[in-house]
């Protein structure tokens, strides 16, 4: 569907210093013919909100290791990881476990 | 296999990675609720099954290993992250239950500020010790708030380990939880509330002087590892020397599974393996009369943000000296970005170099009460490993160093008086006589002299360091003065 789609996505563990600090995004992604999916949510971060060292947070086409993903709470592993079709206002968790303890 | 990007991205990875085939899936545990997590490599749970999980895991390590007893003072030593908060969040709710299930310690809190040494400013440090001071007077318990800077503070009483003999009336654990059982209840409600009365608030006040110093410490450092290395090292000494005058005879650290993973994989290259024991084990001894403990040893570091997450224990992000380096910074950085990547490949990975750390036991030596202080290295207390004969790895490192180097004109010729007559009992002549690298060796261990090496000045460390030392360096050259009228004991271990 073209509709454009609303989502909230929230950062923590350290994964906020890539994002100016910023905790909570709510972020609008354009209309497109196919539904959006993970892999070009990442894809959409990188190119749009990360201001610095995508190496730290994304590994070729996926996050990189160490970096924990819930989607509506639930770990992105039971989704379907990558090919996970987002829906309108889902919500999105980044929290990067390699600091901190 | 441990090419884990490079040749891996056009073959399908099918050996661990086993496809879900519904998006529902059922909690494995108790088959009724929808999985939200999955741990390990497919174990899948509902969140009131994972919350339970993770409770029974905690009191299960405490009660697993009975170091415990009943009424003692524990330090929770709490960085602010994820996984200290947990374990924070833990004993209050340990603490909360009703006996006989409750725990049965008292604890306190207390927190490093090391705001100094990674850069931040005065404005950022008291905006994070202002958010960590709310969650722990939420918790109730006396909590201690100190700068690193105040290392400089230190009396040298950190460099000895104190000693462990238990008191003859305070036998087993057994016998202590019976006899504990058996007084009164209100006992414990009285030790909880004048612990909330005396909620010692530690000023987080350092002087100027103590900054500069600490700062030229670590620009003393040259590389990364180095640092980091010595952060460790002096975090130690100030979270013992709070424990020791307050009281507190152990200290909990929150290290999980795959933080001391990669602690394991990182000491090994740094030189600390014989050490491993009691770097990476659930107790550590070796400071004698405090004890440090790791119940958070077996939680992966995925479980410890899922619960932090999903339960909202609240935490606090500081950032480290290595936050935001590349990979190759530092040895403790490569070698969490290697676990970490062969751990996404291969799930097993943490768990494995886990088990194989459980299996490491120190031989411990039969009389170590009676053990010198000499016989430790100066900081960081393992039992000095250098004291091998010629026909050693050690001596052979030593020998390619000495081949390998331009032969410098001596440098470290600080030496006072004549050659073979020592320091007379009134001083020396020289008025400020530092140690130098050469000097400094022979009191560490083989770790730890090469983060002294990396030193550019060794006169930049703290000055309880500096007078350990010295004393030690004394106290050996008077024992070879006197060494042929010494009566020799017999050794007991027939060496």
């Known amino acids: 569907m073209a509709a454009p789609l609303g989502l ?20 609008t992604l354009p209309g497109q013919s196919d539904p959006w999916d993970m892999k070009q949510l990442l894809a959409w971060i990188r190119g749009n909100m990360l201001k610095e060292r995508p190496e730290l947070f994304m590994q070729g086409d996926t996050v990189r290791p160490g970096i924990l993903v819930l989607i509506n709470d639930a770990d992105w592993e039971l989704m379907g990881e990558l090919e996970y ?16 303890g | ?31 009724e609720g929808t999985a939200v997590l999955i741990i390990r490599v497919n174990d899948a749970f509902c969140q009131s099954c994972f919350k339970e999980y993770f409770v029974h895991k905690f009191r299960a390590m405490l009660g697993k290993n009975r170091v415990i007893f009943p009424q003692e003072k524990v330090l929770l030593a709490v960085s602010g992250g994820a996984a200290s908060c947990s374990m924070l969040s833990q004993v209050q709710e340990g603490l909360s239950r009703e006996a006989p299930k409750k725990f049965r310690f008292v604890p306190g809190i207390i927190y490093i500020d090391d705001g100094g040494a990674c850069g931040r400013s005065t404005e950022e440090r008291q905006r994070s010790n202002a958010q960590l001071k709310s969650i722990f007077t939420e918790t109730g318990f006396p909590y201690f708030i100190v700068p690193l800077e105040q290392v400089f503070s230190l009396p040298t009483s950190v460099l000895v380990p104190g000693t462990s003999d238990p008191d003859p009336s305070n036998p087993s654990y057994k016998q202590a939880v019976d006899q504990y059982v058996k007084e009164k209840q209100t006992l414990t409600q009285e030790n909880v509330v004048s612990a909330v009365a005396q909620l010692s608030i530690e000023d987080s006040a350092y002087s100027p002087e103590h900054k500069l110093a600490f700062e030229r410490l670590l620009s003393s450092l040259k590389t990364l590892t180095a640092k980091e290395d010595m952060l460790q090292t002096l975090r130690q000494h100030l979270i013992l020397h709070v424990a020791r005058e307050n009281g507190y005879s152990k200290v909990m650290m929150g290290d999980s599974c795959s933080r001391l993973a990669v602690k394991l994989l990182s000491n090994i290259a740094l030189g600390r393996g014989a050490a ?3 770097d990476t084990g659930f107790s550590d001894p070796r400071y004698g009369d405090v004890v440090i403990v790791r119940p958070m040893r077996d939680y992966s570091s995925k479980e410890i943000a899922f619960y932090s997450r999903m339960f909202n224990v609240p935490s606090v992000f500081i950032s480290g000296l290595d936050t935001k380096t590349h990979d190759k910074a530092s040895i403790q950085r490569l070698t969490e970005s290697f676990v970490t990547n062969l751990q996404s490949d291969f799930p097993s990975t943490v768990s494995t170099i886990y088990r194989t750390s459980e299996k490491l036991h120190t031989v411990m030596p039969p009389q170590s009460q009676t053990a010198e202080p000499a016989s430790k290295c100066l900081l960081c207390l393992c039992a000095l490993d250098i004291k091998v004969g010629k026909a050693s ?6 020998v390619s160093e000495q081949l390998s180097q331009i032969k410098l004109p001596d440098t470290s010729a600080e030496r006072c008086c004549t050659e073979g007559q020592g320091c007379g009992p009134g001083g020396c002549c020289s008025s400020n006589r530092l140690p130098s690298h050469q000097d400094l060796k022979t009191l560490l261990c083989y770790s730890c002299r090469l983060t002294i090496k990396d030193m550019v000045a060794t006169d930049a460390l703290p000055p309880y360091i500096i007078t350990e030392a010295e004393k030690r360096q004394k106290r050996s050259r008077m024992k070879m003065e006197i060494s042929e009228y010494l009566l020799e004991d017999e050794e007991e271990d027939g060496d």
């Open chain 1, 8 to 27: 909230q996505l929230e950062f923590g563990g350290g994964a906020e210093l890539l994002f100016d600090g910023v905790k909570n995004h709510h972020v």
């Open chain 1, 85 to 100: 079709q987002l829906q309108d206002q889902d919500n999105v968790v980044f929290i990067s476990t390699l600091h901190g």
């Open chain 2, 1 to 31: 296999m441990c090419q884990v990007e490079e040749d891996y991205n056009g073959l399908e990875c099918n050996q661990e990675k086993i496809p879900v085939p519904t998006l529902n899936r059922k909690c494995m545990k108790c088959k």
């Open chain 2, 276 to 278: 491993l024991a009691s």
């Open chain 2, 393 to 398: 790895a050690f001596h052979a490192t030593l």
